[in-house]
């Protein structure tokens, strides 16, 4: 292709728009299984978490377990999505080894939630994503490949999901991946999935066509499968939009078809176009009532919602006038929030003085978190491994009322979060308090004068440089802690004192 | 002395005087299987020394207490479609040849609880798909008045065990009228109960919204002890209600032929037409002249939709079983058929397990019921067929509005010659067509033997004739009290005994 070619391509790509639908599947982070009493845990040995009714043992029913519809139902609150108060459990037949009942259990027709949106904000523009649906369905097993041979592990057979079905609402590879983290934060804040894409309990298919510009008629889709990070979502959509446009271009017609992204190529490669496509013969499932939720249920449900990290950096930017930027990292995660907001809530109660919100918001950022990702072998922000909102709070107050300075209270904090001691008891064993007495500090002061007279005198005759040498030298001999303020204010009353 | 031509009452009575041991009553049965059985054919395998090691259990807690369970020390013959722990069950399928039952299904836990003895699995059609047995892939069994002839099916093994005195009483399923016609056929009573009174946890599945497993038995007092041990909510079957347990034995006891007086029974036309023997019809209307002798209202009533019953049942039985059918794949228990080496791919080992396992019947079904649930199929006949249902559930509402019970014939003909009926499957489905819809209106139903016929192949031979009785949902000691009066009027029991 020559440059002429290429640039015309180029532009002629620009003319196109992208259509993207997003169907996501999140587990739910119940005790038990959602059809049966077995737990719902990763990573134990092979089908040691199964059961007659997950291994689809002849004779074994569905009973539905009424946490995960609790979750479901959550999840559909927090996205806005209309609660259906009568709803109904589908059989989707298909044959593969990781199903063992033939059929996965799923809702169809009337599922339990429809009709919602999201907003999301893509490079500081916001958007409204519309949501289909909210669904409850079951997980399939495992199958794990060794050489030419193929196992069956079926602890995750029966694991509650709830699917999330998008409008084909968004337009460009970013946007899907802002839709998709912002659904994933409301799910993992409100303790309704943990998440993970890679061990896969957060897993999302993307729908997407492309259209020249002004089109109102949709494009022929195809469906790009189980993508394990953002950062594939928007490689595998980008490409996906490229090929599609290069097809279409080039003269070649989109199939509608199931394609796979290989993220070591960042290819999407054909999997099954729509004549090998599944009939899943879908019909009322008879072993299950229908789901009926009532008013009174909802509402419980809709009181336990806490609030939705959107709404907290909204919060925060207006109450606290704190920076987007702090109010993203703050809101991340949810427990890394709720602790800040613990901290607020101690500052406002304690007797023993007060500390600017900024204040504590750095202290968060800059060295709690940091700290938390220094320790080794702690799994950082876990919830376990912070210390007392309490402890913290003393901590920053002995910074900011100056019994120690900055640096040392970097040390106490390493050693709160190792030890799990109090500051003030750590400052104590290890001595580590300020030296702010004038006498004391004076007579070192005079002492390092002695010892380095040479520089005084340099000082003294202008080479202001050596006042920082000074500094250090006190703080040497201090081992750190002296007050650094005091330090300055009687170094430079020695000095004037001197010139005089 | 021979104690195996005795009903459960009769035993329990024995028992309770102390006169006789359950291990001599379950000896009698042994040698009288041994002998018998192999005629009739009604077992697919026994455990003799299960069934006396049973025995002993149950003498020494008959001799520790005064009052136990009716079922103490019975032996019972269990159609090979409930699961028992570490019993084979094969439903009658080559798929199912080597599947030893892991768990327990309910009604064995309750009978267990009851201290019964188990004497054998019953032979049945595969799936419970048919109306004669034949359909069994290990073999054919006879009906105890004729042996040329079928027993009726698919709980024929059970109703033959019950006719022939091969156990006390037996345990079976009926989706379209797989106990009532067969112990039509063989001269006992079997009771259908009301859809969701039994739980059908390890029940194997044939089609879920018509199964209901129920009883054999010598007589109408033995179908309700047998009943009352059997009923109750069961937390792993959410289609069991919670629903008061009556006590049906002693309501049987106290049936007394006044009690007819005013009773309004209805006489559908629908039930009288076209297709029925004539010397059935009037076996039945001398039933309804018994009654009304005693006083009882007779009403003519109409349930128009019936006749759309054969088809609706068909597609919703065959669409529901295409689905619970589909976990026999070969990967994970039953025969998995792959000697043949060249398998190339995981479709091949799928069809082939099921092209060895399944027999004709069940495949017939399995492509009629995936045919009728197939995308752009579905609207015209699994949809259609749950709206007739609907419609027939209304027309036995409105009669029940204006009578107390239904009564009809339970069989169209008597019991039919081995072999005439199977190369014309639609004559075979045509056999059920007055049990059908009581299944699809899931109300309860009893076939009780009122008389016999002359067997037109065996001179000075007979077969019997049953009546059935229709009551509203959940009414069945309405059914057993009417049952009851009637048997105490016609004497089938002293009147005939097969010959074999």
């Known amino acids: 292709m020559n440059n002429n070619n290429y640039n015309e391509l180029h532009d002629a790509s620009h003319s196109f728009e992208a259509v993207i639908g997003l169907e996501v599947h999140s587990q739910l982070l119940t005790k038990t299984k959602m059809f049966c009493s077995c737990q719902n845990i990763f990573g134990k040995e092979p089908n040691s978490m199964v059961c007659p009714v997950c291994l689809g043992l002849p004779g074994a029913l569905p009973v539905i377990n009424f946490e995960g519809v609790r979750l479901a139902v959550k999840a559909a609150l927090a996205l806005n999505i209309n609660i259906n108060k009568k709803s109904l459990f589908a059989r989707k037949n298909y044959f593969y080894p990781d199903l063992p009942k033939g059929y996965q259990i799923s809702q169809y027709l009337d599922p339990v939630s429809s009709n919602g949106y999201l907003n999301i904000e893509t490079d500081g523009v916001e958007k409204r994503i519309r949501i289909n649906r909210l669904h409850i369905e079951e997980d399939a097993g495992k199958l794990i490949h060794i050489g030419s041979e193929s196992y069956v592990d079926l602890n995750r057979a029966g694991t509650p999901l709830v699917e999330i079905v998008s409008e084909p609402d968004m337009s460009s590879a970013k946007e899907a991946v802002s839709y998709l983290k912002e659904l994933r934060d409301i799910l993992v804040y409100q303790g309704i999935s943990d998440g993970n894409m890679e061990e896969g309990s957060f897993r999302c298919d993307a729908n997407v066509s492309v259209r020249r510009k002004g089109d109102e008629k949709l494009g022929t889709r195809a469906e790009i499968k189980n993508v394990n990070s953002f950062k594939f979502v928007e490689k595998a959509i980008d490409y996906e939009i490229g090929r599609q446009i290069d097809l279409i271009l080039s003269g070649g017609n989109i199939i509608q078809e199931t394609r796979l992204y290989d993220s070591k190529e960042n290819v999407t490669r054909s999997m099954r176009g729509k004549e090998e496509a599944h009939d899943y013969r879908y019909f009322e499932e008879p072993d299950l009532p229908p789901l009926i939720l009532d008013e009174e249920f909802i509402e419980k449900v809709k009181n336990s919602i806490s609030e939705l990290p959107q709404s907290k950096r909204k919060r925060y930017a207006d109450e606290y006038a704190l920076t987007s930027y702090d109010c993203e990292v703050l809101t991340q995660d949810k427990n890394i929030a709720y602790y800040f907001e613990d901290l607020i809530k101690v500052n406002a109660v304690n007797n023993k003085g007060k500390v600017e919100i900024k204040k504590i918001a750095n202290w968060v950022i800059n060295d709690l978190l940091f700290a938390l990702k220094g320790i080794e072998n702690q799994p950082a922000l876990k919830k376990g491994n912070m210390p007392e909102q309490e402890d913290f709070f003393n901590l920053i107050l002995e910074v900011e009322t100056g019994n120690i300075n900055k640096n040392t209270g970097k040390i106490v904090l390493t050693e709160m979060l190792l030890t799990g001691k109090k500051p003030a008891d750590i400052i104590k064993e290890k001595n580590l308090a300020q030296v702010s007495d004038e006498k004391g500090l004076e007579g070192i002061i005079k002492q390092i004068f002695d010892e380095n007279s040479k520089e005084l005198t340099d000082l003294i005759s202008g080479k202001d440089k050596l006042f920082g040498f000074f500094v250090g030298e006190v703080m040497k001999k201090t081992k750190g802690k002296a007050n650094p303020k005091k330090v300055n204010e009687i170094l430079k009353n020695f000095i004037e004192e001197k010139k005089n | ?500």
């Open chain 2, 1 to 500: 002395m021979d104690l195996s031509n005795l009903t459960i009452h009769q035993i329990n009575d024995l028992l309770k005087c102390r006169e006789v041991k359950s291990v001599d009553i379950t000896d009698s049965y042994i040698k009288r299987i041994k002998e018998i059985d192999p005629i009739i054919s009604a077992y697919l395998y026994n455990d003799f020394e299960e069934a006396l090691s049973n025995a002993e259990d149950a003498d020494k807690i008959i001799q520790k207490n005064s009052d136990f369970p009716y079922l103490t020390g019975v032996p019972l013959s269990i159609k090979d479609i409930f699961l028992i722990k570490g019993k084979r069950t094969t439903c009658a399928s080559k798929i199912l040849d080597n599947f030893i039952s892991p768990y327990d299904a309910t009604v064995i836990k309750r009978l267990k609880k009851n201290n019964y003895v188990f004497i054998g699995k019953t032979n049945m059609d595969e799936f419970a798909m048919g109306s004669s047995t034949e359909n069994s892939a290990y073999k054919i069994t006879k009906n105890p008045y004729d042996l040329n002839r079928v027993p009726g099916g698919s709980s024929g093994g059970s109703a033959a065990s019950v006719s022939a005195d091969l156990c006390a009483g037996s345990f079976g399923t009926d989706t379209g009228g797989s106990i009532r016609q067969p112990a039509s056929l063989c001269g006992v009573v079997g009771l259908k109960p009301t859809y969701g009174l039994i739980s059908r946890y390890g029940i194997i599945a044939f089609s879920s919204s018509l199964d209901q497993a129920g009883v054999i038995a010598n007589d109408v007092l033995d179908a309700a002890i047998m009943l009352k041990a059997a009923v109750g909510f069961d937390e792993k079957d959410q289609t069991t209600r919670k629903l008061e347990i009556k006590n049906y034995p002693e309501i049987v006891k106290k049936a007394d032929k006044l009690t007819m007086k005013g009773l309004k029974v209805g006489i559908p036309v629908e039930f009288f037409s076209e297709g029925l023997d004539p010397k059935i019809y009037l076996k039945i209307m001398e039933i309804k002249d018994l009654l009304k002798g005693l006083g009882a209202s007779i009403v003519d009533i109409s349930l128009p939709d019936t006749k759309y019953s054969v088809a609706a049942y068909y597609v919703i039985a065959t669409s529901e079983a295409s689905s619970n059918l589909e976990r026999y794949d070969g990967i994970r228990f039953g025969s998995r058929f792959n000697e043949d080496k060249n398998l190339q791919s995981l479709d091949e080992l799928y069809k082939k397990s099921r092209e060895l396992g399944f027999g004709k019947e069940v495949k017939r079904r399995i492509i009629l019921g995936t045919f009728a649930l197939s995308a752009g199929y579905y609207d015209a006949y699994y949809k259609k067929a749950s709206l007739v249902r609907k419609l027939i559930i209304k027309n036995y509402k409105d009669s029940f509005n204006n009578v107390d019970i239904i009564l009809g014939p339970t069989s169209p003909t008597p019991a039919f010659l081995i072999g005439e009926k199977m190369s014309d499957p639609l004559s075979m489905y045509l056999s059920d067509i007055y049990t059908i819809s009581i299944n699809l209106a899931y109300l309860p139903a009893l076939s009780l033997p009122i008389g016999a016929v002359e067997n037109p192949t065996k001179k000075g031979g007979v077969l019997p004739v049953g009546l059935q009785l229709i009551s509203p949902w959940a009414t069945e000691e309405r059914l057993l009290s009417v049952a009851k009066v009637i048997e105490d009027e016609v004497k089938f029991r002293e009147k005939y005994t097969p010959v074999m």
